[in-house]
């Protein structure tokens, strides 16, 4: 999950980026009913939030909702027994932050992943057919089929 940290520099950097445009939302009505002044007058790019939804509060909405959506789809291998829940939760948020700023990264591990595990699916399906080739055993013996089991219909 994101960290407060972490959403505290993003809030700062968002702020400092739209200083010199900031309007509060006093300064700045839109025109309602004039089409017109849509298209002729200057729009703001930020705008204060004191009693209507600003600016902020709909980036950081949106923000937040895709990183809670990001973190709930992206499933990690199994980490190994001596890694702590810290370095767990570490890497799925190093995860996240990579998904958020570049989802193709995570679409292109993920297919990787994906590739790997089908050359290794038939590379030892192609070792388990070359050995009970070798090795004349029938369905009902259990120690057949390097410790799997095939069924009447398999063999």
């Known amino acids: 999950m994101l960290t407060s940290a972490s959403l505290l520099i993003a809030s700062f950097i968002l702020s400092r980026l739209s200083v010199s445009y900031a309007v509060s939302a006093e300064e700045w009505k839109p025109p309602m009913g004039n089409i017109t002044a849509w298209r002729e007058e200057m729009v703001p790019s930020w705008v204060s939030d004191p009693r209507t939804r600003g600016t902020f509060q709909i980036l950081y909405s949106c923000t937040f909702t895709l990183a809670l959506c990001v973190y709930t789809a992206i499933h990690l291998n199994v980490p190994p027994r001596h890694e702590g829940n810290l370095a767990?939760?570490?890497?799925?948020?190093?995860?996240?932050?990579?998904?958020?700023?570049?989802?193709?990264?995570?679409?292109?591990?993920?297919?990787?992943?994906?590739?790997?595990?089908?050359?290794?699916?038939?590379?030892?399906?192609?070792?388990?057919?070359?050995?009970?080739?070798?090795?004349?055993?029938?369905?009902?013996?259990?120690?057949?089929?390097?410790?799997?089991?095939?069924?009447?219909?398999?063999?």
């Not at 030892?124 to 009970?132: F, G, L, P, T």
Request: with cysteine; net charge positive; proline share 4%.
């Open 88 to 155: 767990y939760y570490g890497i799925k948020t190093k995860w996240v932050l990579i998904a958020l700023i570049t989802p193709e990264v995570v679409l292109y591990a993920a297919a990787c992943q994906w590739h790997l595990s089908s050359t290794f699916c038939k590379t030892y399906n192609a070792i388990v057919r070359k050995y009970n080739a070798r090795t004349p055993t029938s369905a009902s013996d259990p120690t057949c089929c390097m410790g799997f089991v095939e069924s009447e219909s398999d063999s």
